[in-house]
């Protein structure tokens, strides 16, 4: 089977296996998130947190018990990895500096799980599991929270709350995430995965005499990696690693997991605005933008459009062997596409025009499909963006499901998307303007200011991938991609709550003949287009002068 055919067999049975996720899963987490009645297991963590579950919060309310459980959560987290020689399960790893614990302890709680550091050499087990592992699955569930409190915005009418934090955060864990995880984890040790607390220190020799360091939680981790749509490996190499990804039946398997949630939200969205096709037309939108981008992807990658790989018949440097070009492309394209982070491949070693779509999928917004949670929300901003144009072109107050999208809202989708750009061109220009910076480049031209380009858009979409050719652990990379992630993740959260709160406020705007149909492939055409416009707007320079420049050279 040649490399395109192989490609175009692994997109189709991933989209195969996807539809049937869309309706089962999309219909599950419409009922999590609506039902009314509490297991026991979440009373009892309401009542440790002291929480009213039945008490709904307005959206400032529900933006301070987010960000206040995201605090505590760094503190948290920090507090351990400075801690770790005195912990139980530390393995006799000495304190982490305090510049690489900020940087991941921001980078968990903020679901972008950028490592500055090797897991394996770094971190204990008990900073992996009660740290690490743990936040996969809260910065996950608040992803998942806040799409779901924006969409109640949408759904309510005239009304003041949109929702309890804590009752969103505790369904999306104990509902959806822990148990897919759980199920994901035994078929990955099946799979030969490792999971177990021996000693990194032990050797075991496997077939062939080849020596190899084993040990450590991998498989859980695995599983909520790739759910959860999180970066956060336990070994360097992440999913290039044979005990994180050993098969191409578990790479397979990795992909299908990353686009699980983000792929069967917006049928929980149609479900809870009352007209599934408003979903369907959200998933049309993501599934053209994401087919455009794995296509995009495996061409400049199988084409190999430079001299040496093309005498090598594959641009093979980098590339996992195991899952050959296709299965690394199409890797590449879904954990860029989602909020993942996750690698099987070293996209520093993708031609030009390869890397430059990994950092494309990222600057879209991640929005095709997305993150757990981000991804939808993310996509609905740009819906409200395309109607106000749309308004605009016919000289109509836009409106949207039934909302009138006025200038408070208008505004708060523009400050919404601005904060990416702004952090990624600001981060970048800083990073090249000083020699702390300059000193992390491997290489330099146009290729090492893709690499500063890639790390700041990386942290700032909270998607925690790199280039692999970046050295970030010195104290001003870990400083500035630490405040890079933190405003990324938490000021758009906070301008989406906020629009929820003004949607939901609002009475009901009757159909008429001048309402904008939002279901039809030609709204679906105008989302896409708006996504991709504003983003060349924006990123076009830069982009001109790293990849692009590196790819006509």
């Known amino acids: 089977m040649s490399a395109a055919a192989a490609g175009a067999v692994l997109v189709l049975s991933v989209v195969t296996v996807l539809s049937v996720v869309y309706l089962l899963l999309g219909d599950y987490l419409y009922r999590v998130y609506t039902g009314t009645r509490h297991s026991a297991a979440e009373r009892l963590v ?49 304190a982490v500096p305090a510049h ?50 924006l969409v109640r915005g949408f759904a ?26 759980f199920v994901a984890a035994l078929v990955l040790v099946a799979g030969g995965v490792v999971q177990n607390l021996a000693s990194p220190h032990e050797v075991t020799t496997l077939t062939g005499g080849t020596q190899a360091i084993t040990g450590g939680p991998v498989a859980s981790q695995e599983a909520i990696k790739v759910l959860g749509t999180n970066g956060g490996g336990f070994y360097n190499a992440n999913s290039a690693h044979p005990f ?8 397979w398997l990795q992909i299908v997991l990353l686009l699980a949630i983000p792929v069967a939200l917006p049928r929980t969205f149609g479900r809870m605005v009352g007209q599934v096709r408003q979903g369907h037309a959200i998933l049309a939108v993501m599934a053209v933008i994401a087919l455009v981008s794995v296509v995009l992807t495996n061409v400049f990658e199988v084409s190999g459009g430079a001299t040496v790989p093309q005498a090598a018949g594959a641009a093979l440097e980098g590339k996992e062997v195991r899952f050959g070009v296709p299965g690394s492309a199409t890797f590449a394209a879904v954990t860029t596409l989602t909020s993942t982070g996750a690698a099987d491949s070293a996209h520093d070693s993708f031609t030009p025009l390869g890397g430059m779509m990994t950092m494309l999928n990222m600057m879209l917004g991640e ?22 144009v749309a308004g605009l072109m016919v000289g109509r107050t836009p409106e949207y499901l039934g909302k009138k999208i006025g200038s408070r809202e208008i505004k708060l989708a523009s400050l919404y998307f601005l904060v990416t750009p702004a952090l ?25 200011l893709s690499e500063i380009l890639y790390a700041f858009t990386s942290a700032a979409a909270n998607n925690g991938s790199a280039f692999a050719g970046i050295s970030a652990g010195t104290p001003w990379w870990c400083v500035a991609l630490g405040l890079c992630m933190a405003f990324g993740r938490f000021l758009p959260i906070v301008f989406i709550l906020a629009l929820a709160g003004s949607l939901a406020r609002q009475a009901p705007v009757p159909v008429s003949a001048g309402t904008l149909p939002t279901h039809r492939p030609q709204f679906v055409g105008m989302v896409a287009g708006v996504t991709v416009v ?20």
């Open 46 to 94: 309401y009542r440790l947190v002291g929480v009213r579950p039945d008490a709904e919060q307005s959206w400032a309310v529900y933006a301070r018990a987010l960000l206040a459980f995201s605090a505590v959560s760094v503190l948290a987290v920090y507090g351990m990895q400075r801690l770790q020689d005195r912990l139980v399960l530390g393995l006799g790893r000495p």
């Open 156 to 181: 309510r009418r005239q009304a003041d709350t949109i929702g309890n934090f804590w009752v969103d955060l505790v369904r999306g864990t104990f509902r959806v995430l822990l148990p897919i995880a």
């Open 367 to 388: 929005v095709a499909p997305g993150g757990a949670g981000s991804g939808l929300y993310g996509m609905l901003v740009l819906a409200v963006i395309t109607v106000f």
């Open 244 to 251: 994180e990804n050993p098969a191409g039946w578990t790479n």
């Open 534 to 553: 504003l983003v060349a707007l924006t990123f076009l320079p830069a982009l001109a002068l790293a990849p692009l420049a590196e790819g006509l050279s």
């Open 100 to 149: 690489v614990a900020w940087n991941t302890a921001v980078s968990f709680v903020t679901n972008t799980n950028w490592q500055a550091y090797s897991g394996e050499s770094t971190m204990g087990h008990l900073v992996q599991m009660a740290g690490l592992a743990v936040q996969n699955f809260a910065s996950a569930a608040v992803g998942m929270a806040v799409a779901v409190a």
């Open 424 to 448: 990624v061109l600001a981060g970048t220009a800083a990073a090249m303007g000083n020699r702390a910076g300059l000193a992390a480049m491997l290489n330099g031209g146009p290729h090492g």
